[in-house]
């Protein structure tokens, strides 16, 4: 047991490899063309894309099945101020993440639409958060973070529907302190993601049977 607990510790510690674009082909590859962590998940969707877009922006926080629960967990039930960890059931998730601790970064419908926080910098930084701050190189300690939803016509009426997130720290101290992080919580910001394109799913085919 004591090897087991061992060899999970050891994993979580192992060092985090930087990864990097060539061709910026993407608005969040143009944002975080350099990462150490990073989840894709995809899915497609029998709708065009226009109203798979408008689905994306429209999703509520209590449509991701275990959501809720999940944020709850992750904010050790604590009651927080309206964010992502705490979005109630009033708003589309994005606006209610635009609105607190993150940024547009690119919102060009029908085809993709990124957003971007600061998951630690010196406070200076911190209030500082703009497009322009992850397109720029920082000598201090700064950890990024950004979410992308892209849409792509299936050539047959249809829609491929993906999401990315990548997190960059520009330094290994700070990549040695989120890696642990990342490494505990991975698991259930992956149910998450795929929740998530699942009720975009169901929102938009929803749309599609209203019109019909």
Request: proline share 6%; glycine share 6%; hydrophobic share 50%.
């Amino acid at each position: 047991m004591v090897g087991g607990v061992c060899f999970v510790m050891a994993g979580y510690l192992l060092p985090a490899h930087e990864q990097r674009i060539t061709d910026k082909v993407t608005r969040l590859d143009q944002f975080v063309p350099v990462w150490e962590f990073s989840e894709f998940h995809e899915i497609k969707i029998a709708a065009p894309p226009e109203r798979v877009y408008a689905a994306v922006k429209s999703v509520q926080a209590d449509e991701i099945a275990l959501f809720n629960a999940l944020t709850w967990i992750r904010r050790g039930g604590r009651e927080l101020p309206e964010s992502i960890l705490n979005a109630g059931v009033q708003k589309p998730l994005l606006d209610v993440a635009t609105q607190s601790n993150f940024i547009w970064l690119a919102d060009e419908a029908p085809r993709e639409l990124v957003i971007g926080t600061i998951i630690a910098a010196p406070p200076r930084v911190a209030r500082d958060l703009t497009p322009a701050l992850f397109r720029k190189r920082v000598s201090h300690r700064l950890t990024l973070a950004a979410m992308n939803f892209a849409v792509h016509p299936d050539g047959s009426g249809g829609s491929i529907v993906s999401t990315e997130t990548r997190v960059h720290a520009n330094n290994p101290a700070s990549r040695r302190a989120f890696a642990v992080y990342w490494r505990l919580i991975y698991p259930g910001s992956a149910i998450i993601r795929r929740m998530w394109l699942r009720a975009v799913e169901r929102r938009a085919m929803a749309a599609m049977v209203s019109l019909s």
